[in-house]
């Protein structure tokens, strides 16, 4: 069954991709990629958790852990992007390809994050296949994981109160999280992957 989990969720990522892809021809809108890649990471939890073979309690931790990071991610980000144009950095793609970009955006833009998901997911994926007890790693990567959903969580609801109010207009965040780095955020979503990791390095550092 080890292997399959790395074949299914191969197939399945590619299989939500593609989805995904023809949403954003029918939008004319490839943002949609934004919101679809945490649900990416949740898809390949799901299938971890359905087919491994790993300690029973680490495939719920991992499974919830992955579950709350993706969902909350993924409704921000398709809450922010509601009622917005595409992404510029898509408009400049589309400008520069023209009518070539339906098929360019298959490969560079939904094809390459596809790829980039499946990497990065390895952790979780290798969290679910191994029978292992649960250690000091696992401890480590829930407090890392904590820690970096605080940031992630509240970086973003404090930047979104902060765009929301007229008066920001031009002005830096330097409030809040922000006041003591400049992507609290990014520094959350870093260390929630941080988290993911140590818990599969328990299942190594056993093995």
């Avoid at 649960?134 to 959903?149: K, Y």
């Avoid at 830096?172 to 400049?182: A, E, F, I």
């Amino acid at each position: 069954m080890r292997w399959m989990v790395f074949l299914l969720s191969a197939a399945g990522i590619a299989l939500l991709m593609l989805i995904a892809w023809l949403f954003s021809l029918r939008l004319e809108d490839a943002s949609i990629v934004d919101p679809i890649w945490p649900l990416g990471f949740v898809l390949v939890a799901w299938i971890g958790f359905a087919i491994g073979d790993g300690e029973p309690s680490r495939t719920w931790l991992m499974v919830v852990l992955v579950t709350v990071w993706g969902l909350r991610l993924s409704g921000y980000l398709l809450r922010r992007n509601l009622g917005h144009e595409e992404d510029y950095r898509y408009q400049a793609m589309r400008r520069k390809h023209g009518e070539r970009f339906a098929f360019v955006s298959l490969y560079t833009v939904f094809g390459l994050q596809g790829l980039l998901m499946f990497v990065v997911s390895l952790p979780v994926q290798v969290a679910m296949q191994f029978d292992a007890t649960l250690g000091i790693f696992d401890i480590l990567g829930v407090i890392a994981w904590m820690i970096g959903f605080y940031f992630e969580s509240v970086g973003d609801a404090q930047l979104a109160r902060f765009k929301a109010d007229p008066a920001n207009q031009g002005k830096v965040m330097d409030r809040g999280l922000w006041r003591y780095t400049r992507h609290p955020n990014y520094f959350g979503d870093f260390m929630v992957w941080w988290g993911h990791f140590l818990i599969a390095a328990s299942v190594g550092w056993q093995g």
